[in-house]
T-cell receptor
Framework: NAGVTQTPKFRILKIGQSMTLQCTQD?????MYWYRQDPGMGLKLIYYSVGAGITDKGEVPNGYNVSRSTTEDFPLRLELAAPSQTSVYFC??????????FGPGTRLTVT | AQSVAQPEDQVNVAEGNPLTVKCTYSVSGNPYLFWYVQYPNRGLQFLLKYITGDNLVKGSYGFEAEFNKSQTSFHLKKPSALVSDSALYFCAVRDRDNYGQNFVFGPGTRLSVLP
């Protein structure tokens, strides 16, 4: 049982490039989430999903897109990367109302 | 709207002394409350939760937290701190009565346990 896995661990992007952050969970959780954590700050919700085929915006969705074609996978797409998207990105999953399980994070730098 | 406050950016405590990390919350309905810990360069790890029932909940690594509805607080405690408890601690809340609401996290409190 690997829990929540994220790839890549680190990435440097140039301004204007695009990339996809991968997230997979093997706990059969309905809910999945993407957060960003800026230095010295708490977590901000980017997007979430309550099940395959259903996604919704969180607090800071601009510049990102998601899809959820399976229960296990919840990739986050960055289009036209900007320096403001430099952050650490965490994926999480949970059953409804219960605690979240977090992946190890992806550290992204946009220069 | 939901919100979580952690009034202390930093808490310093000597090893062996009791520790408290404070959390207050605001929800329109009844809360689900959580504490998470984050070690350097790691994701958040679940410590404990309050769902319903006994106001004192016990969690991992000897931590406990007390739900106080009248003060809308959920402070994290440990009777005897260890140096290895040094980390970043996050309180989170979800409105139990509003199914569409997601978790809201506090800004985090950095705990330093001094040897």
């Amino acid at each position: 049982n690997a829990g929540v896995t994220q790839t890549p661990k680190f990435r440097i992007l140039k301004i204007g490039q695009s990339m996809t952050l991968q997230c997979t969970q093997d706990m059969n959780h309905n809910y999945m989430y993407w957060y960003r954590q800026d230095p010295g700050m708490g977590l901000k919700l980017i997007y979430y999903s309550v099940g395959a085929g259903i996604t919704d915006k969180g607090e800071v969705p601009n510049g990102y897109n998601v899809s959820r074609s399976t229960t296990e996978d919840f990739p986050l797409r960055l289009e036209l990367a900007a320096p403001s998207q430099t952050s650490v990105y965490f994926c999480a999953s949970s059953y409804p109302t219960l605690e979240q399980y977090f992946g190890p994070g992806t550290r992204l730098t946009v220069t | 709207a939901q919100s979580v406050a952690q009034p202390e950016d930093q808490v310093n405590v000597a090893e062996g002394n009791p520790l408290t990390v404070k959390c207050t919350y605001s929800v329109s309905g009844n809360p689900y409350l959580f504490w998470y810990v984050q070690y350097p360069n790691r994701g958040l790890q679940f410590l404990l939760k309050y769902i319903t029932g006994d106001n004192l909940v016990k969690g991992s690594y000897g931590f406990e937290a007390e739900f106080n509805k009248s003060q809308t607080s959920f402070h994290l405690k440990k009777p005897s701190a260890l140096v290895s408890d040094s980390a970043l601690y996050f309180c989170a809340v979800r409105d139990r009565d509003n199914y569409g609401q997601n978790f809201v996290f506090g800004p985090g409190t950095r705990l330093s346990v001094l040897p």
